[in-house]
């Protein structure tokens, strides 16, 4: 199984005071036990180190991610690698939907990789047709 993280996940799994922290521990256990293969984007990661880039904070968040990229199961996809401009396309034809230009190229990226499943808490996932893990 493959599985795209969003930013959402990797909040919660480092932030104990997060109010799905557990809930995302469970989730990356259980995906661990299934042997899933994890992916994410550059772009999620720059999202993850904003959020949680204030001190005291800071420091951690250093750590998590650091640690994160050296996941034997973790794809990260690159920024010169996501078809920014099929996300483009998908943000401005969508204008019923408040979903972000991050979240445009998470699907597309989702649906290049043949992706149903996303670990998140993020409801566009969903409205995008896709399985919302959180």
């Known amino acids: 199984m493959k599985v795209f993280v969003d930013t959402s996940a990797w909040i919660a799994l480092l932030n104990k005071r997060d109010g799905l922290h557990l809930s995302a521990k469970s989730v990356m256990s259980d ?3 299934q042997n899933a293969w994890l992916l994410t984007t550059d772009l999620i990661f720059i999202e993850v180190a904003d959020a949680l880039g204030k001190p ?3 420091q951690t968040t250093i750590a998590y991610l650091n640690r994160w990229r050296s996941f034997q199961n973790l794809d990260i996809v690159p920024i ?3 078809p920014l401009e099929e996300a483009w396309s998908l943000y401005y ?3 019923d939907k408040d979903w972000g230009l991050t979240d445009c190229t998470s699907f597309v990226v989702m649906r290049q990789e043949n992706i149903t499943h996303a670990f998140t808490s993020d409801r ?3 409205q995008a047709g896709f399985v919302k893990m959180l």
């Open 93 to 95: 034809q969508r204008l």
């Open 124 to 126: 566009h996932f969903e």
């Open 31 to 33: 995906l661990r036990q």
């Open 56 to 58: 005291p904070m800071r």
């Open 80 to 82: 010169n690698k996501i």
